[in-house]
Every structure is written in C-alpha cells, then in structure tokens.
C-alpha cells in the first residue's frame, strides 16, 4: 500500500505529515529486514527447526515473518557469538575459506536485518511522539523537535532513509516528503 499525502494542502496538519512520513519509514524498513530475512532462508544460511506458535488458518503470512524476525533479533547476539567462535577456531584450508567467506556475508546480513528491525522499532515511538504536537505548523520543525529528544538514533535512521539507494529507486516519498525530511535534518544540526 503506498500512501500519498499533498504536502502543500494547507488544511492537513503538519502532525499527520509526519505521521505519514514516519509511518512509510516504518514499513518501508521492517519490508526491507523481512525481504534480508527470506532471502537468508533461501540460501540456506538460516534454518527453522521446531514448530511455530499454533496459529490459526488466517494467520497472515505477515504474522509469522514478524514472529520469525522477532526470533532472528532476540537470538542475534547468540548466533554472532557461536559463528565468532567458529571463525576463531577455523583452520584456513581451501574449503575453509569459503566456509568463512560465506559465514562472515552472513553475519553482514544478519546485522542488516537487526538494524533494519531496531529502527523499525524506534519509528514506532517516533510516532507516538509526534501524534502529541497537534499545534505544531511545520512538519520538518516537529520531525527536528523529536528527533532531537533521541540520543541521535532517529537523525540516524532518517540520514538511512534519505540515503539508501533503493529506497530512493523504488519511490517510496515524494519530492515534498523528501523536502521535509532534508530540512528536518537540517534543523536539528546537520
């Protein structure tokens, strides 16, 4: 679903174009670790064993990618540590060395999933925060304004988003998306 606001319409608040910004950020993000995370299935690098949650017959497809991402992140930090140990331990034989090759593309790719996912996650508070500036008339100032009461990690995930090359390909915002999003960032500092 691809969501098209008119910026320039005066009668929407400013709070609903961020909204709508932060939102396709969101959704746009959790896609992309979602597409990582199949693909990575695909080649074999990731297995599922065991049995998923019973979950009903109209359990969406997008249900269980969500529980298995949710798994992938919470056993992230366990999986880069077993791998870590095996490349230390991996004598450097022919087969070795495609083997290590392979599981270092995969580590790559499974801190890409987890990033994507974290800032998936902070555009969910990102949202909450900016429903709250109702008497704000400029989207990039409340963009600027709550991205500022978080550590950097919101200016991170907008710079991401700006400059991500795909995002940029596929069109995902508008030129006056994108107008927003560069001046918030230049009102916050950078």
């Not at 174009?17 to 299935?41: N, T, Y």
């Not at 109209?58 to 540590?81: G, M, P, W, Y």
């Amino acid at each position: 679903m691809l969501l098209v606001l008119c910026i320039n319409d005066d009668e929407l608040p400013a709070w609903m174009v961020c909204d709508a910004i932060i939102s396709k950020m969101r959704d746009e993000l959790l896609s992309r670790a979602v597409a990582l995370m199949h693909e990575q299935l695909d080649k074999k690098r990731i297995s599922l064993e065991g049995h998923l949650p019973t979950m009903s017959e109209e359990s969406s497809e997008k249900e269980k990618d969500a529980f298995l991402l949710s798994q992938l992140v919470k056993e992230h930090t366990n999986i880069e540590r077993q791998l870590g140990g095996y490349l230390e331990r991996a004598n450097i034989g022919r087969d070795d060395a495609q083997r290590i090759d392979e599981l270092q593309r995969f580590l790559l790719e499974l801190r890409q999933i987890v990033m994507l996912k974290d800032y998936s996650r902070e555009c969910e508070f990102w949202l909450a925060e900016v429903e709250k500036q109702l008497k704000e008339r400029d989207a990039a100032r409340i963009l600027a304004n709550t991205m500022a009461s978080e550590r950097g990690k919101r200016r991170e995930v907008l710079e991401f988003v700006l400059k991500d090359r795909e995002i940029a390909k596929d069109g995902v915002f508008s030129e006056d998306e994108k107008r927003v999003m560069e001046e918030a960032l230049a009102l916050s500092g950078g």
